[in-house]
């Protein structure tokens, strides 16, 4: 993914977000959208590979259990979940 800086970055109201979510969210897969609440930044929404890399690089609790495989995370995130 290539890096800009913050200020260049999608920023969203959380209502814009709940009334534009799929599309939001399909946004998200190839970069970061900022999400702001009271015009401030809160949130940022991005993908899992994305996620699980930056968790990685700062020693989050990926990096700490070893390697991990993006797609062996999204897959066991797909997966249905039993009630």
Known sequence: MMRVS????????VKELLR??????DKALSEPVIIT???????????????LMLSDMTGGASAAEG??????????LEKPKRA
């Open 6 to 13: 913050v200020n260049e970055l999608m920023r969203v109201s």
């Open 20 to 25: 534009n979510f799929s599309r939001l969210s």
């Open 37 to 51: 609440k009271n015009g401030r930044d809160r949130l940022v929404l991005v993908s899992i590979e994305e996620y």
């Open 67 to 76: 390697a991990v495989d993006p797609e062996t995370e999204v897959e066991e």
